[in-house]
């Protein structure tokens, strides 16, 4: 629920961009965007617990130090 709400969000915020001409595109369609968002909001997340595992202490914040 929480990737397809953000392809959504994505999208529509893809589209209000080219509306004001902030994206420029030649060959994509608009209709592309919310299946490759599907597509890499996973691999992201995939990729951010492979780092998590991969430095454990990335996970842990000590006191005092917050960046």
């Keep these: 629920m929480y990737l397809l709400g953000f392809a959504i969000f994505g999208g529509v915020f893809e589209k209000i961009a080219i509306h004001f ?9 608009l209709i592309y965007s919310p ?3 599907l597509f890499v909001q996973p691999l992201t997340l995939v990729f951010y617990h492979f780092i998590i595992r991969l ?5 842990r914040t000590e006191k005092g130090t917050h960046i």
Excluded: G, M, R
């Excluded at 001409?21 to 369609?29: A, G, V």
């Excluded at 430095?55 to 996970?59: D, I, T, V």
């Design 21 to 29: 001409n902030f994206f420029t595109f030649k060959e994509w369609k």
């Design 35 to 37: 299946s490759i968002y």
């Design 55 to 59: 430095h454990p202490s990335a996970n």
